[in-house]
């Protein structure tokens, strides 16, 4: 894991759950059905797509390593629960 020949740190990932718990329904709703990339903090959404192909290239595109995020899926509420 590096980028531009130089290591990356591991993301500080303490706070995640306890933020991810916080962000609003609505917000979650207009990503379902898709796989997402979770900033480390899991305070917001980086990138979405959907495929896991089609989020790796938003980050990419973004500058942002696929190893410093969270992937994740969020279910379609008609399917399962968020």
Not at 18 to 39: C, D, M, T
Request: hydrophobic share 35%.
């Amino acid at each position: 894991m590096e980028k531009n020949g130089q290591p990356l740190e591991p993301p500080d990932l303490r706070n995640f759950y306890e933020n991810q718990r916080r962000i609003p329904k609505e917000l979650l709703f207009a990503h379902a059905g898709q796989h997402v990339a979770w900033s480390p903090d899991g305070t917001r959404i980086l990138a979405s797509g959907k495929t896991e192909e089609e989020v790796y290239e938003k980050l990419e595109a973004a500058g942002i390593h696929f190893s410093q995020v969270v992937h994740g899926y969020i279910d379609n509420p008609d399917v399962g629960v968020i």
